[in-house]
């Protein structure tokens, strides 16, 4: 048998998402003269692309799928092994490949990313969505459904609930309102409207979707994605995506608020059981009236409420589990209640010479009060870089302050066609009972929310074209005592740039 080849670098990097590909770009640029290796078991890499800073905290930029070889090109210091890392030996400062090679590194990050958390993981018929596979086989399996069920309150159930036309819906959540780990309940409510029958004919004429070449399916009959470990998608993932079912009309989304899924049968099952399911309820129906399906389903999905519909599919939008399975072995990791690794302010896990960025690390710093994880592209390009600049800090013995990114959590992204920008402890998380919330919104337009505690801005939800962004950004890392001016910080006439020049 051959020997198994071996390579050698000062920094190795795992993982060609945006933490990984972001770390390796900042230690090439560092070290021009010494050669980065990257190691990642996908085939292409994710390439941060017209990156702008909106303000101090707030970035905006494009995410890229693109080759290893232009990563290559342009940092010809950068070598990527295309090949999973199946092993981890941190006493010897080595790890294995899939394909029978090892590296051996001085300093090691490892940014493998996360996969979804499946619920009924194994089960044919619950999907998840993640990488470019496994959303071109979300997309083929909605174009021949006509009832699907999404699982989750969180930002892949959103997007979805809002993309998907041609085809009936049923959310099941947890919580009593849309969107918990971005709303409160409020916010949900302004929302909402885009969701309703009455929103129908105009959403047709907004459509955002393109269309995108056919990929080959892999599974006749069910329809869960093999397990691949592809980095998570971009940024409006969804728009090059043809996201419709069999049927001619926009949205059909019925809610069923505080339940779980409890069981899932499928069709010879359900049959034998002699169970009933209820047809898709009536829009602004209270539930009463719905039928029994006279349909055949794929499968069916019993809700903790007793209720039981059938579909053609399950997405399972529930979360995600950092990828730490291959690196346990040899390395004796602290984790995270998450599941992560955990790393200290200089993104140093619990193992000597091994840093983690992105969502595969648990942040265990003592954080600002006004910055908490997320696992999001924004922070994996901001720990990325910042772990790039630890580990070139360490091997040239230098110290290293924080960096600003994380004084503040600041997010942008766009739900329902809403820009929404989140800031601070923007749902009053982790806040004792003495905050305060102060609102103001305009049906159809803007919904402002700023989180108060001691007279100070402690965070701030903002949906619509507000243009607070910047100055609540400042009024928040400012810690000022904005006491004096109570009701007028949120008063439409009253420009509130002016009192703070
Ligand atoms: C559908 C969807 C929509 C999203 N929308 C948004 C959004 O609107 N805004 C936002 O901020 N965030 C969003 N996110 C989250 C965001 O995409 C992630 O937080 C971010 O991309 C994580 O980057 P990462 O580099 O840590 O991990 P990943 O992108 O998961 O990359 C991990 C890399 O490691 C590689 N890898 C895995 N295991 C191994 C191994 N054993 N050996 C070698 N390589 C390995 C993978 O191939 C991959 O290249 C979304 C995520 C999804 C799934
Ligand atoms: N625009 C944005 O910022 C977006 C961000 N993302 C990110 O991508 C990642 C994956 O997205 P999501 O899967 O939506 O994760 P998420 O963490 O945003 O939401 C998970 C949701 O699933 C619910 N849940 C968990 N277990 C459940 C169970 N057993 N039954 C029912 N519900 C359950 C949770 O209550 C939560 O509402 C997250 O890190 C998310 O932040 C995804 C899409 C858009």
Redesign the pocket.
């Known amino acids: 048998m051959a020997a198994p080849s071996l390579a050698q670098g000062r920094f190795v990097v795992?993982?060609?998402?945006?933490?990984?590909v972001t770390c390796a770009e900042r230690l090439a640029t560092e070290f021009p003269s010494e050669d980065i290796l990257l190691?990642?078991?996908?085939p292409v890499?994710?390439a941060v692309t017209n990156f702008k800073q909106v303000s101090k905290t707030l970035e905006e930029f494009d995410v890229e799928e693109q080759p290893s070889t232009m990563l290559e090109k342009r940092y010809p210091n950068i070598k990527v092994i295309e090949?999973?890392?199946?092993q981890l030996k941190s006493q010897e400062h080595k790890i294995f490949t899939e394909d029978g090679k090892q590296c051996i590194y001085e300093k090691l990050c490892l940014?493998?990313?996360?996969k979804p958390k499946l619920i009924f993981e194994g089960n044919p018929y619950v999907l998840g969505?993640?990488d470019t596979d496994s959303?071109q086989a979300f997309q083929n399996h909605l174009a021949k459904a006509k009832r699907i069920a999404v699982v989750g309150n969180g930002?892949?159930a959103l997007?979805l609930v809002y993309e998907i036309e041609g085809c009936e819906v049923i959310w099941a959540i947890k919580d009593k309102a849309i969107g918990n780990t971005f709303f409160d309940a409020g916010a949900a409510e302004f929302l909402i409207p885009k969701l309703t029958a009455e929103k129908f004919e105009t959403a047709i004429s907004c459509k955002r979707t393109k269309y995108t070449t056919e990929g080959s399916e892999k599974e006749e009959g069910s329809v869960a994605a093999a397990d691949k470990?592809?980095?998570?998608?971009?940024?409006d993932?969804h728009e090059g995506l043809h996201l419709k079912g069999t049927k001619e009309f926009c949205h059909k989304v019925h809610i069923e608020t505080l339940c779980e899924i409890k069981k899932i049968y499928l069709q010879q099952e359900f049959k034998e059981l002699q169970k009933t399911s209820l047809s898709f309820p009536k829009a602004n129906s209270d539930n009463h009236n719905a039928h029994p399906d006279e349909e055949l389903w794929p499968v069916y999905m019993e809700l903790t409420n007793g209720k039981i519909y059938g579909c053609d599919f399950i997405v399972s939008a529930t979360g995600v589990v950092p990828?730490v399975k291959?690196f346990l072995d040899g390395g004796n990791f602290a984790l995270g209640e998450d599941g992560g690794l955990k790393v200290d302010q200089h993104m140093h896990s619990s193992v000597a010479d091994i840093y983690a960025?992105?969502?595969?690390c648990t942040a265990s710093w003592e954080p600002s009060p006004v910055w908490q994880q997320m696992?999001?592209?924004?922070?994996?390009r901001q720990m990325?870089w910042y772990a790039a600049q630890c580990m070139v800090a360490d091997s040239l013995g230098e110290s290293i302050d924080m960096d600003f990114s994380f004084e503040l959590f600041a997010?942008v992204?766009k739900f329902f066609n809403y820009k929404v920008v989140l800031l601070g402890k923007y749902n009053a998380q982790g806040l004792d009972l003495d905050h305060e919330l102060m609102l103001r919104c305009t049906k159809g337009q803007e919904y402002v929310k700023v989180v108060m505690q001691n007279g100070r801005m402690m965070g701030a939800v903002l949906i619509g074209e507000t243009d607070l962004e910047e100055t609540f950004e400042n009024l928040i890392l400012n810690r000022m005592d904005l006491s004096a001016y109570g009701e007028d910080l949120l008063n439409p006439n009253v420009d509130i740039e002016d009192y703070f020049d």
Not at 357 to 360: L, M, P, R
């Open positions: 795992v993982g060609g998402g945006i933490a990984g190691v990642t078991a996908s890499i994710k090949s999973g890392v199946k940014c493998a990313g996360a969505i993640r959303a930002g892949i997007e470990l592809g980095s998570a998608l971009g940024p993932w990828n291959p960025a992105g969502d595969i696992r999001l592209w924004t922070q994996a990325g997010h992204t």
